[in-house]
């Protein structure tokens, strides 16, 4: 008797399995679920695409801008991205339960910070002298990595923010920081990152150029 | 003592971020030796080309994290036979960003009439361009985040540290080596 039914169970569970499965991995679920975060998505990047069609003027003033505009996008998108889900990992291990004096989160956003400005200025002269590597215009190191340090760290500044604003919401309101923190930061990301570039390389062009 | 201390991310994270800075300077250039053609003849490609390499990043992604979940639940294993899960996978990601590729051509069609931006780009030519960027730009995608998920299963690295900043930023190089072989198939340049 008690044989049989430690069958049955085991085939309930089978059942159960193959039935999440089946949900889980059906085309269906899948599309539903991420279509419309995915079109959000869209939308923010035909804003950071507006905001550098926006910057033809400033293109055509600091030769080699071009250059570090995807470079400073990735950079920043790398960085908050994975600081985003290091907070979600942390909450979902209950190291976060208070936002003030945390040192989880400080020196997570301290590394995050270093970071952006380490790469900044790896990415101004990288950008610099591959362009003129080419044989191509570049408004000089100076221009470039100042551009690219501005940009960088002000931009990382900002998202660390807005990381750890939506890393308390999420801790608050209950939900799996992982669905939302990183898509959020990423498509955000994006629209803060272009606005700062455009925003610098006006300084820049200010300040030196003009 | 915190779990998370300063030094040991930074460590952890800079050869990943070197090598996405060295291929994303890549993708910089490509724009910056196509100058000419963004700023002076088709300033529209400007609006379209960060939400199109964005949507082939994405779905990437979307595909990585799902590869990984389910090695990591061990509904998958590392050997390159042919499931369900992965095919699914692979079938939604795809339907996902042919469907936002050809919305963004439509998005960015009108767009340029509300900005009044001279180009002799119709609809149909922006919504073709964006559509065949995408699918290109995606069978390149999935194809690496296949290898490189189940790779770095194999090999016990954790593909989410790994998968996704890769990922994305040769997501990036693709998407804009696809933007100007295809505008250069239909006769623009």
Redesign the interface.
């Known amino acids: 008797m008690s044989e049989d039914q430690g069958v049955m169970i085991e085939e309930d569970i089978e059942d159960y399995i193959e039935e999440y ?1 089946e949900e ?4 269906r679920s ?2 539903r679920e ?2 419309p975060f ?2 959000i ?6 804003l ?3 905001i ?2 926006g ?2 003027e400033e ?2 003033s600091i030769p ?1 801008l ?6 400073v ?3 920043r ?3 908050s ?2 600081l985003g ?2 907070l979600g990992s ?1 909450i979902h ?1 209950g ?1 976060i339960t208070k936002i003030e004096r945390n ?2 989160l400080t ?2 956003i ?3 910070l ?2 952006s400005f ?2 900044a200025v ?2 101004g002269f ?2 610099h002298y ?2 003129v590597f ?1 044989g ?1 215009q570049s408004a000089g190191p100076f221009i470039i990595v100042s551009i690219t340090v501005m940009s960088g760290v002000i931009s990382g500044i900002i998202l660390a923010g807005v990381a750890v604003l939506l890393a308390t919401m999420a801790f608050r309101f209950g939900l799996d920081p992982d669905n939302i923190i990183t898509p959020a930061i ?1 498509t955000i990301g ?1 629209i803060v990152t ?1 606005l700062l570039i455009f925003a610098s390389s006006k300084v820049m062009i200010w300040l030196f150029i003009a | 003592m915190a779990f998370y201390s300063v030094r040991k991310i930074i460590e952890n994270s800079i050869p990943v971020l070197m090598f996405t800075a060295i291929i994303s300077i890549a993708s910089g250039q490509m724009l910056n030796v196509n100058q000419g053609v963004l700023v002076g003849s088709f300033p529209v490609f400007l609006i379209m080309i960060p939400p199109l390499i964005k949507v082939g990043g994405d779905t990437g992604s979307i595909l990585g994290a799902r590869l990984s979940s389910a090695l990591h639940l061990g509904l998958i294993d590392s050997g390159l036979k042919r499931s369900p899960v992965i095919d699914n996978s692979i079938i939604a990601s795809f339907i996902i960003g042919i469907t936002t590729c050809i919305l963004l051509g439509v998005v960015v069609w009108v767009i340029q009439i509300i900005l009044s931006i001279n180009s002799n780009i119709g609809p149909l030519a922006i919504v073709t361009i964006s559509t065949v960027v995408g699918a290109i730009q995606m069978l390149i995608m999935f194809s690496m985040t296949i290898l490189i998920a189940l790779f770095s299963h194999r090999f016990g690295m954790d593909p989410d540290d790994t998968v996704i900043p890769i990922i994305t930023t040769s997501g990036d190089f693709f998407g804009i080596l696809c933007i100007f072989m295809v505008i250069n198939w239909v006769g623009l340049i």
């Not at chain 1, 998505?41 to 035909?46: H, P, Q």
């Not at chain 1, 071009?66 to 470079?71: C, G, M, T």
């Open positions: 499965i889980y991995a059906s085309v899948i599309v991420a279509l995915e079109i998505c869209m939308l923010g990047g035909v950071a695409g507006i550098l069609f910057m033809v293109i055509a080699g071009l250059v570090i505009v995807p470079a996008m990735a950079m998108g790398n960085i991205c994975a889900s290091r942390a291990m190291l040192p989880e020196n997570n301290m590394a995050s270093s970071l380490i790469l790896i990415l990288l950008g591959v362009t080419m191509l990423g994006d272009m």
